[in-house]
């Protein structure tokens, strides 16, 4: 390697750093040495590189919310969903995997999709899975807009002003899968229209002002993303989302196909993913499919009793054995963890005990939603097989 290519100019993107931050900052250089020249476009901790303004940087000041730090800007700030990861973290961790250009990253959890969304952002493709609906629908817009000119959503839109073409809809839905393949227009007006109908509930306040003031707020950053496009190198990843029982769609995965695994595993009765997003689920469904769907939720907060922890862990376990399955040798699965009563220790005897070796632990202090401190362990997990 030519040394020169190696300044080591580097400009954090925060003189307030945490130790967690601090230590993940470091891992990520694994990809300045392998590719000094386009560390810029990937690293989440540093404003400039070699002079360079970071690509980071660059999405961090298109806002698309101002209440999650870490998680505000592009497509991530589009939707409020508990528990979900923060970009900037998502964006180390996969730089900390050093992967090759054509890898694929899977989330069998994939909530909002942070880890999709910061795939798609640094080249590669990725897979989610998710049993709640609105959590891959959200998926699916947030990913594939990226790749879109904006114009493409307000050319001939007035009938989705008219909130009645919802109300119609609704009544004619197709099953599920089949909404996920719509048109990607479609899919942003109804998406807006949903976060209208959570926000009447949850606010009280009115539907149709919701709906004017979310989709300005999306335009908007469609719009300044677009624009930055133009100016900068970048190649979006492509993203696959699947509605359904982790489990079983773990199994129509290859063997050792997937470079790269991060996600945090759902909680037993910790937080109702299903009752969280109830508003627009009714939307959707009707109450039958709406149980169906909590019954197959990993994490059920209705059944706390023994059988159900016993349940838990034994569907645990076989999801691990289906990673160690589908995942390449050598490759990084990468699990966070909440020490939730007392979580990190019965998941760490059933990583032991699946063939995973431990790379390294790195602990981290957050503070949740009701402004309490939190700690949350990230393990860096390889298998023996």
Known sequence: MDSKSYKFDFVPISNELTEFEKSLSNL???????????????????????????????????????????????????DFYRGSFHGQLIRGLINSCNLKEDSMILDPFCGSGTTLVESSLLGFNSIGIDINPIACLNSKIKTHLLDYEFDHFIQDNERYFNLSFFEELQINLPHFKVILDKDIKELFYIFIYLRSLSMEFRLSTDKKKNFRRIYIKLINVLKLFCELKKDIDINLGKSTIFFGDSLVELKKIKTNSIDAIITSPPYLDLIDYIQEDLISINFLFKKSKIDLIRAKSIGNRFKNDSLTEKLYWTRINLLLKEVVRILKPNHHFILIINNYKNMKNLYERFILTNNFSIERILKREVVNIKKRNNSEFVYFLKTNI
């Open 28 to 78: 990520e250089l694994i990809r300045y040495i392998e590719h000094p020249d386009l560390f810029f476009k990937e690293t989440a901790y540093l404003k400039k590189v070699d002079g360079k303004e970071s690509y980071y940087n660059l999405f961090s000041k298109i806002k698309s919310n101002n209440f999650n730090k870490g998680s505000g800007y592009l497509t991530h700030g589009f």
